[in-house]
């Protein structure tokens, strides 16, 4: 069975790093998601691609949060610089369109010291 | 705007026992619904949806759930549940006719004991 795959599973950095996820979605998905998902919270949508187009990035923090999708396949969420409030966790989901069913890979869990 | 309200932060139930998560929403306009579980340290799986048609749904490992649009509510259910079933579950909603945009409930812990 086909799933979206991210790495890494488990990033600790320290504050005013650098820090990047990566995200494979299901084959022929065109659509992908970033979402976080602070511990005790449901998750919170931070990006939306169609292909490689953001159509959704009303609640990405722009001045230190990046999101890229080049070719339309996988993608990368980057955050520069950390800061703890970052502390979270980063779930990608992907769905054949904006229409159909987000399936969500594992996520990858940040801890910022 | 749309938002979603999970009543229970926490249920503790008995293995065998039947369990009722409760999931309430607000919307001005047609929605679909969801509900998701995540198990430790893992992405949300999805269990149910409703789109449109049948107000009982019926997902996978045995859950099923109700629509109610007079209620606006779509809680969970299920029967007889099993250790395994101890996870966090979450209920979504999306404006009706787009399966985007999620918005997510603060989540339900069960916690099923022997």
């Known amino acids: 069975e086909a799933e979206v795959a991210q790495s890494p599973r488990y990033k600790i950095t320290e504050k005013s790093q650098a820090v990047a996820f990566w995200c494979d979605p299901i084959s022929g998905h065109a659509t992908l998601y970033w979402y976080r998902q602070i511990l005790g919270q449901g998750p919170e949508l931070l990006v939306q691609f169609q292909d490689e187009s953001v159509v959704d990035d009303s609640q990405l923090p722009k001045d230190r949060f990046s999101a890229e999708r080049l070719k339309g396949v996988d993608s990368t969420l980057k955050i520069q610089p950390a800061e703890l409030g970052d502390s979270a966790m980063y779930l990608c989901?992907?769905?054949?369109?904006?229409?159909?069913?987000?399936?969500f890979g594992p996520g990858t869990r940040l801890t910022v010291l | 705007a749309q938002s979603v309200t999970q009543l229970d932060s926490q249920v503790p139930v008995f293995e065998e026992a039947p369990v009722e998560l409760r999931c309430n929403y607000s919307?001005?306009?047609?929605?679909?619904l969801f509900w998701y579980v995540q198990y430790p340290n893992q992405g949300l799986q999805l269990l149910l949806k409703y789109l449109s048609g049948s107000t009982l749904v019926k997902g996978i490992n045995g859950f099923e759930a109700e629509f109610n649009k007079s209620q606006t509510s779509f809680h969970l259910r299920k029967p007889s549940v099993h250790i395994s079933d101890t996870a966090e579950y979450f209920c979504a909603v999306s404006e009706g006719g787009s399966q985007g945009n999620l918005i997510f409930g603060k989540g339900t812990k069960l916690s099923v004991k022997p």
């Open positions: 919307s001005s306009v047609s929605v679909y």
């Open positions: 989901a992907s769905s054949l369109g904006r229409r159909d069913t987000q399936y």
